[in-house]
């Protein structure tokens, strides 16, 4: 096994608004498009044959930005007038019937154009006002962005990214010959990057899927989309050749702590606009879906990135399914220790939940885990995407050492526990869980009885002081083993009493100041 290395890598932005992820924007840099996302682990301490690269600087790459006011093809995509594409017969033989060429002609027809309006809330005031401490005013704008996207199905299913479609209020497709059809967001994922859209039955033909389990670094890798779309404003998309330059590869963007997993890099130029098109291999079979680049000026320097179409596509069904992501656990907390006799990081487990798949198989504390599934294991970053390319409801063969023994167990996926745990409004904007055995391994928290905040408005959060992930162990003194628990309390004390809370926060309980819930 060749040693992994981290590889870090600093970005600088400039000429677009934003860096990383590719797709639709504003010309703030905060509109749609702007959220890309981390895959499943936090840990960033990577060696070996996946490589991790970092930026300090990382964006959501802006297509362009357009106003309605400016532009009224933005608020009705009828008005839209595409160009259509030339059309000529081109080579059907001979040296110029590459196989781009024939890649490109296969799967062209199922790449289409992804167009987002979402509505921009602003406030200004002017000088004046600001002097006379006078109220903002609140404004709002329709920001028109671009991606890319490609049919899955002859059903109307449309494959892309999240971040190209994150905040839209609608969207429209546009197909190869300048087709539009008004389209829907059936589910979509920030943490994976993929999201599934549905338009009419029948309208876009499905691309040939292949597969990313085999790719061979060196081997061609053809990139398609819309890049610069509202500029190049025709229908058919725009084609990049290159080669697959790495595989396996990790991003990590340390301003936002997002982390994107084993990652297809190529070379075939990836720009603004071509966020959730295909990436394809020599036959014109999907290998990848395109997401991210690193640059320093805005556009391709040659350093691409596309989500593994294995991955995309397990992910897109799961969507369709269950309109969401189930998040794949079977009992293990597992952190990153260095090896004092080699090179290599190891994977040790920290906590095995009682009751889980792992207690069943005999996963103890202490044990290092070697493979998932056959993959290597060299961080908690590998077992988090072994179990995830597996899915909820299978099951993945893993080889672990046990002081001078090799050990093997078979373990099967479950959803993650907080998923399945009922969650309770116990005060208007505070949501709860309540913490398990369980729930206390998957989240690494130290106690394992309370209430744990699962979702907190901004109002809720400045009254009580807690934070998303707080563990409610206490109200006014009295202990809090449930949601229930908690439940109880906040009622017998509304309106009268003054509240204080004790929670869990990183290791450490806190006290909250008195409050009112009213």
């Known amino acids: 096994m060749r040693a992994r290395t981290a590889i870090p890598l600093l970005l600088a932005v400039a000429a677009f608004p934003a860096g990383l992820f590719l797709g639709s924007g504003a010309s703030s840099g905060e509109g749609p498009g702007q959220n890309g996302a981390p895959l499943l682990s936090e840990t960033s301490v990577m060696g070996g044959e996946r490589s991790t690269m970092r930026a300090s600087a990382i964006r959501p790459a802006i297509s362009t930005d357009r106003t309605a006011a400016a532009d009224s093809r933005a608020a009705d995509p009828a008005g839209i007038v595409p160009v259509d594409p030339v059309s000529q017969p081109g080579p059907q033989s001979g040296p110029r019937f590459t196989p781009v060429v024939a890649a490109t002609t296969r799967i062209a027809p199922s790449v289409v154009s992804i167009t987002v309006l979402s509505t921009r809330r602003t406030s200004s005031r002017s000088m004046f006002e600001e002097f006379f401490g006078m109220v903002p005013r609140r404004m709002e704008r329709t920001v028109q962005g671009i991606g890319s996207g490609f049919a899955i199905d002859d059903d109307g299913t449309i494959l892309t990214n999240e971040h190209v479609v994150s905040g839209a209020d609608s969207l429209v497709v546009t197909d190869v010959n300048g087709k539009f059809y008004r389209a829907e967001v059936v589910g979509s994922d920030p943490i994976t990057d993929i999201a599934v859209l549905k338009v009419e039955s029948g309208a876009i033909p499905a691309a040939p899927i292949g597969t990313s389990s085999d790719l061979v670094v060196g081997e061609p890798a053809i990139a398609l989309g819309n890049p610069f779309g509202f500029v190049l404003a025709n229908a058919e998309a725009t084609v990049t050749a290159g080669v697959i330059s790495g595989v396996g590869r990790d991003i990590l963007d340390s301003r936002e702590g997002k982390l ?139 080889t672990y050492r046990r002081e001078d023994r090799i050990l093997s167990a078979r373990l099967d996926i479950e959803e993650l526990p907080s998923e399945q745990a009922e969650r309770l409004e116990v005060v208007r904007g ?89």
């Open 430 to 518: 505070l949501e709860l869980i309540t913490v398990t055995p369980q729930i206390a391994v998957e989240r690494g928290i130290g106690v394992e009885s309370g209430a744990l905040v699962t979702r907190l408005s901004g109002a809720a959060s400045r009254v009580t002081g807690l934070r998303e992930g707080d563990v409610i162990v206490g109200i006014n003194r009295r202990p809090v083993e449930s949601v229930e628990d908690a439940q109880g309390l906040f009622r017998a004390l509304a309106g009268g009493s003054r509240i204080f809370v004790t929670y869990y926060r990183d290791g450490r309980y806190y006290s909250s100041w008195p409050f009112d819930i009213g």
């Open 260 to 398: 994107s997993a084993d990652m297809i890099q190529t070379d075939a130029a990836i720009n603004p606009g071509n966020s959730g098109g295909p990436l394809v291999n020599a036959e014109g079979s999907v290998i990848g879906v395109n997401s991210a680049i690193l640059s320093q000026s805005g556009g391709s320097e040659g350093i691409g990135f596309a989500i593994p179409i294995d991955r995309a596509r397990r992910i897109a069904d799961e969507l369709l399914q269950y309109g969401r992501i189930r998040r794949p656990w079977v009992g293990v907390e597992s952190r990153t220790v260095e090896s004092e006799t080699t090179r290599f990081s190891l994977t040790e487990v920290r906590r095995v939940a009682p009751g889980s798949s792992a207690d069943a198989a005999g996963l103890e504390v202490g044990d290092l885990l070697l493979t998932v599934n056959d993959r290597p294991i060299t961080s908690p970053l590998d077992w988090d995407i072994g179990l995830l390319d597996a899915g909820v409801g299978s099951a993945v063969d893993v």
